[in-house]
């Protein structure tokens, strides 16, 4: 039953539930009104984001959206709080899986197609792809300065544009001229799937089950048998050394002696070596070239000179004898079943072992000598641990992941590849003499296919060049994100004054290389941090806290929550549910639903609301107002600490449990009577209060949830309160004027509503029936007094406690009813 009065108002808001459909409509508004467009003359302070380009060759998954939204999240936030905000769209296209598609789809090989047609292919995948991406983000709402592909500070970027490969050749040719970059032949890591060189810092580690094999060898000396166990018995051409531990007493006697090894036949030297463990296999150990790390380490440390079994492609080659051809996996196959036929293998046994794999094709890393371009690292090391101390880190416990990779680095970084689509090394080698050409900043070379910029050597004067083949690791292209996108190329004063950029914003899985190199990068070019801040995010997982994949068949595609509930059904669930500091977050299609509720909630709670008129003056607070108006206060700050943190989550919960469980439930239920002036039994002045305090709360939370929320919010903004965008307004500041200490009283004033209702449930009295009996609130509530008797329809209330306490029903502590 509406009460006399309630008739006169009507809602302004129309539509009577939130419609995710308004969300493109609001994208295209914001597009229109170039709402986000970076101005690069503004006298705001810069507040840069160095998104993360995604790799485009897969659609954007669900890791990839939540991360994005809360990137987005930062950046509005910032541009509320007063900051000229640089948050710039970037694709990167470089490298290993474009090539790889390009493979598949043309069903051509890479290595035997002409370079320029097979670029060219890359680009056609590339231009799909990207497309395809980049509409993802847009549905996400992400607030990015352009969406255009173009060359200026907060255009939209591309990895493979010939301005960002400037950039990265920029970089070497300075390292180059500044002697931090050698040529060496060196063994490196090297996957046999992608055919290319691989850092350290591509390598990733599995356990794995493996067969230990423990294979009989012969003294040459004494003739005596000895037992070696290996994993991989396909090596044993390459064995070079057979070592034991000092301390193990079974074998002294073998120092100095030769082993020979079986099948092959040749004799190796036995010595004493701390490295050989006597509780693993037999105590005696083999190595080869190479098996794992250790035996790159020991072959270096004896200088024994090692002897490659494993080509390119990744079968053994002529070292290996008969088994020249084979895969690693067929020759270790052919291999056991010649030892066995011969009876030389003494037992075998299951062991789990960790195992190195390539980052990308998951392949087991193989160790092959290879000359290659390393950039200085290792001597750097200390340097680069000291400005990592000045970068702060949200949350700050991610920091050691970084710290103890930097502990770890042992070799300079190789940062040359044999691939096609990346950007190419700008050198050219005389073919006259040793002279190597490095040519000038200033654009982007393609020494595959064009000559250097000289006519002649000026050693030799010969005219004939060859140009380098090889590229650059795609890692060397992405270490200098932040240094593009701060107008490096094109406005060196705006990047000077803007430098280091303000945040970097990355997944834990890529420290060690996206991270990192920029790091090494940064500290080469400007002794600097790259960063002021660095916001490491977990990942998303399912239900079960699963690593989601395709493969495991319990991914979730972003796209299709879009598509059932909304961008912003998505948004309002990052935030509620992630927390920087709590590790991974769990995502399922009942979890944002569910978290969706609020968006509905706080519709409806604006619609409401909108029934009222706005007033500025004449108005009058009644007690209850002060008390919600306060709790706004504090709401205000708490929401601002927690966007500087980092974390949506803190502003995302306090909003939904001011805007609900405190705001809807309880003062809007008790302001109710004096907004409609019910029964007309309040002061016009009190009543405008009411009016004043409702909307002040509500245009307040649209502006706190809005970097969350940004559709919903805009949409119920422009609806009622200006025909400018919520975005671009100031954030909330705390307002002294409104402290009041009436809001200590909340949580008695929660306590008492809540007792009454549950009185009137038990009774199955409904909410707006009267409560025929005499009902004691505590006495600080006694303010609230005529709120309250009209929310709850209380015919006799008083303050304090009965005098005849045993003979009432005590409802909550300090409230009793008179039955
Ligand atoms: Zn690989
Ligand atoms: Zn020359």
Redesign the pocket.
């Known amino acids: 039953m509406k009460a006399k009065g309630e008739f006169l108002f009507r809602p302004r808001l129309k539509k009577k539930s939130w419609e995710p459909e308004i969300e493109t409509h609001i994208f295209k508004k914001w597009l229109e009104g170039g709402l986000y467009i970076f101005d690069e003359k503004s006298d705001k302070p810069l507040f840069s984001i160095d998104t993360p380009p995604p790799y485009v060759n897969t659609p954007v998954h669900i890791g990839q959206a939540y991360t994005y939204v809360w990137m987005d999240v930062f950046a509005r936030y910032r541009r509320m709080a007063g900051y000229n905000v640089l948050f710039p769209m970037g694709l990167d296209k470089n490298g290993l899986p474009v090539e790889v598609q390009t493979e598949k789809t043309f069903n051509i090989s890479m290595h035997e197609t002409p370079r320029e047609e097979f670029i060219q292919k890359c680009e056609i995948i590339l231009t799909e792809s990207g497309d395809r991406s980049l509409d993802t983000f847009k549905r996400l709402g992400l607030s990015c300065n352009s969406w255009e592909r173009e060359h200026r500070i907060g255009g939209r970027y591309e990895t493979d544009d010939p301005e960002y490969r400037r950039l990265t050749q920029e970089t070497f040719i300075e390292f180059w001229k500044n002697g931090l970059v050698y040529e060496d032949e060196k063994t490196t890591n090297y ?1 046999t ?2 055919q290319t060189t ?1 850092s350290d810092a591509e390598v990733e580690y599995e356990e794995e089950k493996t067969t230990l094999n423990y294979i009989r060898f012969k003294v040459k000396e004494t003739g005596e048998d000895i037992i070696i166990a290996t994993t991989r018995p396909e090596l044993l051409c390459s064995c070079r050394i057979v070592l034991f531990n000092p301390d193990d007493d079974r074998y002294p006697h073998l120092e100095g002696k030769h082993a020979i090894v079986p099948i092959h036949g040749h004799a190796v030297e036995i010595i004493a070596h701390p490295y050989a463990k006597p509780e693993f296999g037999s105590g005696l150990v083999m190595v080869c070239s190479f098996g794992d790390y250790s035996d790159v380490r020991i072959l270096r440390e004896l200088n024994i000179e090692p002897v490659f079994a494993i080509d390119r492609t990744g079968r053994m080659n002529e070292n290996a004898g008969k088994y020249k051809g084979l895969t690693v996996d067929e020759a270790r196959e052919t291999i056991i079943k010649d030892l066995n036929s011969q009876d030389l293998i003494t037992k075998q046994e299951e062991i789990q072992q960790r195992r190195p794999l ?1 980052w ?2 998951k ?1 087991p890393v193989e160790f092959v000598p290879m000359k290659e371009l390393y950039l200085e690292q290792v001597r750097f090391k200390d340097d680069i641990l000291k400005i990592s101390d000045q970068m702060t880190f949200f949350a700050p416990e991610n920091k050691q992941i970084l710290i103890d990779w930097i502990n770890s680095v042992d070799i300079d970084w190789v940062v040359s590849r044999r691939r096609y689509y990346g950007t190419e090394v700008p050198l050219w080698y005389c073919k006259g003499c040793s002279y190597i050409y490095v040519p000038e900043p200033g654009r982007y070379y393609q020494p595959w296919r064009e000559r250097p910029p000289i006519e002649k050597c000026p050693e030799c004067g010969c005219t004939e060049f060859r140009g380098e083949e090889r590229t650059f690791d795609t890692w060397f292209d992405s270490a200098t994100s932040e240094v593009y996108i701060l107008g490096y190329l094109w406005n060196k004063g705006f990047f000077k004054r803007n430098f280091p950029c303000s945040l970097r914003p990355q997944g834990k899985e890529i420290v060690r290389n996206w991270l990192y190199f920029t790091l090494l990068k940064s500290h080469h070019l400007f002794k600097a941090p790259p960063f002021e801040n660095v916001w490491i995010h977990m990942h998303v997982v399912d239900e079960e806290g699963r690593k989601m994949s395709k493969s495991a068949g319990n991914a979730i595609d972003p796209q299709d929550i879009i598509d059932k509930f909304g961008s912003e059904a998505f948004r309002i669930w990052s935030g509620l549910e992630g927390n920087i500091t709590r590790g991974d977050i769990r995502c399922s299609f009942d979890r944002i639903r569910g978290n969706s509720k609020f968006l509905t909630k706080l519709w409806n709670i604006a619609r409401f609301v909108s029934s009222f008129p706005q007033v500025f003056d004449d108005y009058e607070l009644a007690p209850l107002d002060k008390m919600i108006l306060s709790e706004l206060n504090d709401l205000i700050d708490e929401c601002r600490k927690g966007y500087e943190e980092m974390n949506a989550f803190i502003p995302a919960n306090a909003i939904r449990t001011f805007t609900w469980s405190v705001f809807a439930d309880h003062c809007i239920e008790a302001a109710k009577s004096r907004a409609y002036n019910s029964g007309g039994r309040f002061d016009a002045k009190l009543q405008r209060g009411a009016w004043y305090t409702l909307h002040e709360c509500l245009r307040t939370i649209l502006k706190i949830l809005a970097p969350i929320c940004p559709f919903i919010t805009e949409a119920i903004w422009l609806e009622l309160y200006s025909d400018e965008s919520i975005h671009i307004q100031s954030f909330p500041e705390k307002n002294p004027e409104l402290e009041s200490e009436l809001r200590e009283l909340l949580s008695k004033f929660i306590a008492f509503n809540n007792a009454v209702w549950r009185y009137k449930k038990e009774k199955k009295v409904a909410l707006s029936q009267s409560v025929p009996a005499t009902v004691y609130a505590p006495e600080e509530l006694e303010p609230f007094g005529e709120d309250v008797t009209a929310m709850h329809r209380i015919e006799s209330l008083r303050f304090g406690k009965p005098e005849e306490k045993n003979r009432m029903q005590e409802l909550a502590e300090g409230t009793f009813i008179d039955e």
Do not use: F, L
Request: hydrophobic share 25%; with cysteine.
């Open positions: 996957c799937v992608c691989i390539c990308r094709s392949n």
